[in-house]
């Protein structure tokens, strides 16, 4: 069974000077043809025997309305993201770098944070918010002025209607 290696991304590529890498369950990948063009995911399932790939939430719907995971070729997408949890593939990415004679950073090679959902990203963060200082906002002097002259012409209209009740 041959693994299957697919393109990195150009930011992957100067990090660890490689044009590409065998894909494993956990990778992240952006699909770059077709009609799902510039989606992308976690990649679900790797099927090493008809050369396919699986993607979370790439489906597509069935004649009877239910959705059906939809399988991509390897040439259609570029890891984004490498799951390097497994100790085997950082292994690789340094035997590979050493016999290119490039020096990789070692922080590099440590699993990268899970990156939050696009949906999670479009909430405001309020931790932020409540470290910044109270600032107080001034009205223009010309608002101000405009507010007393207001005020004042109520208040001289009140002392007349009272004056011509008594």
């Known amino acids: ?11 992957l590529r100067k990090k660890y000077g490689l044009r590409s890498f065998p894909i494993v369950k956990g990778d992240v990948v ?7 063009k510039g989606e992308g995911g976690k990649v679900m399932d790797v099927d090493h025997i008809r050369s396919r790939i699986t993607v979370e939430g ?21 890891i984004t993201r490498l799951d390097l949890s497994r100790n085997e593939r950082v292994n690789k990415i340094r035997k590979l770098a050493a016999m290119k004679k490039i020096v990789i950073d070692e922080n590099d090679l440590k699993q990268e944070p899970e990156l939050p959902e696009t949906k999670e990203e479009s909430l405001p963060d309020l931790s932020q918010e409540a470290a910044l200082p109270e600032i107080s906002v001034e009205k223009p002097q010309e608002a101000e002025a405009q507010e007393e002259n207001q005020e004042g012409e109520t208040k001289e209209e009140e002392k007349e209607d009272h004056d011509n009740e008594n």
């Open 30 to 36: 952006r699909i770059m043809k077709g009609s799902r």
């Open 58 to 78: 790439i489906t597509i719907a069935k004649a009877d309305n239910k959705q059906k995971e939809f399988t991509l070729l390897p040439d259609y997408v570029e």
């Open 1 to 11: 069974m041959n693994k299957i290696a697919v393109d990195l991304s150009l930011d």
